[in-house]
């Protein structure tokens, strides 16, 4: 579950690199510049890992809402819910919410509300190829780890050229496991309840309640 949180949401947000391809900087700088501008993000997406030496192949499909530092994630009938502090986790299958302050620090977790900004230290980056989808110009930015210890061999971003909003995500492992990340519905600034973000324990009497810290 934590990796997938953790490919699942690479795809959106600050962006701040050391000097690298000028003109993929500077598309960078555009998709950062408009992420900023919305109060709010809502996006469906779709998860793909494959590994055809290891014969997977998994398909999801999940949501997210992003406001700030705040987020609703709901990914493979899981619901994750951080309020700016804590950090909720429900799995109805197990009848059970996980409870823990924010941990983004740990193990390299990237959530939703960082985003892209997992970049800034650890890749350097430049210009790749430009395809066309469905009569969308996406261009790829490829970005290398500069950790040669890295299990990543190398991700590629794909921008909508006319939008700039992220079309799609691919990293590919040194294991030969590579994992998709495709977004299906980019929303912005949409109405949203001022409980979105808020957990209500009283829905979740017959859970267990874990409390990490």
Do not use: C, W
Request: no cysteine; proline share 2%.
């Amino acid at each position: 579950m934590k990796r997938l949180v953790i490919i699942a949401f690479l795809a959106l947000g600050s962006i701040g690199f050391a000097q690298n391809d000028s003109k993929a900087e500077a598309l960078l700088d555009e998709v950062s510049t408009k992420i900023k501008s919305y109060k709010n993000i809502s996006l469906d997406f779709k998860y793909e890992l494959n590994n055809v030496n290891e014969n997977i192949n998994q398909e999801t499909r999940g949501d997210v809402v992003i406001e700030g530092e705040k987020y609703k994630l709901n990914i493979l009938g899981v619901t994750r819910i951080f309020d700016g502090e804590t950090l909720y986790t429900i799995s109805p299958e197990d009848e059970e919410v996980t409870i823990s302050s924010d941990n983004t620090e740990d193990e390299g977790t990237i959530t939703p509300s960082k985003m892209l900004s997992f970049y800034e230290d650890g890749y350097t980056y430049k210009m790749d190829i430009i395809q066309n989808v469905k009569g969308r110009k996406i261009q790829y930015v490829k970005l290398n780890p500069i950790d040669t210890n890295s299990e990543i061999k190398h991700i590629l971003l794909g921008i909508d050229a006319t939008t700039k909003h992220i079309y799609n995500l691919i990293e590919v492992g040194k294991n030969g496991t590579k994992t998709t990340l495709t977004v299906n519905s980019f929303k912005t600034d949409e109405p949203i309840s001022v409980t979105l973000f808020t957990f209500d324990e009283s829905k979740y009497s017959d859970y267990y309640i874990n409390k990490i810290d």
